[in-house]
């Protein structure tokens, strides 16, 4: 069964700071990843999606996520981190029922 | 705007009474979904309705209902609510092509039962 796991439920950084929130799947199939966010108060927003095209992908707000078969991970990172950065963000995996399986979560501070 | 709307936004209820979660989309979707947020523990699927007139259990389905009313509308059901059903409570739709573009969610359901 397709799974994901996220390391880290709050990570912290400095603005300006590299960011990176970790992600590794499970799958005995190619799987179709994405990442969410979620913004105080606010419901999930896709902010990019891995479905065998490219490795690389890069999606809204400067994110992007690399494809690794050989580490099963897709983790997601930004170069400079913004103040408006601060939400949660979830990883996902489409599973073989076509159902999407989250991730626990991660949320990401922004410290001026 | 296009988009999944989900009402009310906030409710507390008292443990034992009823309540119904409404949730419609104008995307024209297929498919709808209901799921908790938990702190710590993601989001879990209730239950989703693959087609208008058919619908299945999820993960974690005990203590509701739901009534998949029209293409447009996914409903979710409280019929005795209990405090470990405090949650943040989100409906999703996807279309044909969801493995390759994911949900569309609502802005969510905050939930207190006391």
């Known amino acids: 069964a397709q799974s994901v796991t996220q390391l880290g439920s709050h990570v912290s950084v400095s603005e300006g700071a590299l960011v990176l929130l970790r992600c590794n799947y499970s799958s005995s199939v190619p799987p179709y990843l994405f990442w969410y966010v979620q913004y105080p108060n606010q419901g999930l927003q896709l902010l990019l999606k891995y479905t065998s095209a490219a490795t690389l992908v890069k999606g809204i707000n400067g994110f992007e996520a690399e494809f690794k078969k050989s580490e099963t991970s897709f983790h997601l990172t930004k170069p400079s981190a913004h103040m408006s950065d601060a939400a949660e963000y979830f990883c996902?995996?489409?599973?073989?029922?076509?159902?999407?399986?989250f991730g626990q979560g991660t949320e990401l501070s922004v410290k001026p | 705007n296009a988009g999944v709307t989900q009402t009310p936004k906030f409710q507390v209820l008292k443990t034992g009474q009823s309540m119904t979660l409404q949730c419609a989309q104008d995307?024209?979707?297929?498919?709808m979904y209901w799921y908790r947020q938990d702190p710590g523990m993601g989001l879990r699927l209730i239950y989703y309705s693959a087609s208008e007139g058919t619908t299945d259990k999820g993960e974690v389905p005990n203590g509701y209902n739901v009534s998949r009313l029209n293409k447009r509308e996914f409903s979710l059901r409280l019929e005795s609510a209990a405090p470990s059903q405090t949650s943040v409570y989100f409906c999703?739709?996807?279309?044909?092509?969801?493995?390759?573009?994911?949900?569309?969610f609502g802005s969510g359901t905050r939930l207190t039962v006391v």
């Open positions: 996902a995996v489409y599973n073989q029922g076509g159902k999407l399986i």
């Open positions: 995307m024209n979707h297929n498919s």
């Open positions: 999703a739709s996807s279309g044909q092509f969801s493995s390759n573009y994911g949900y569309t």
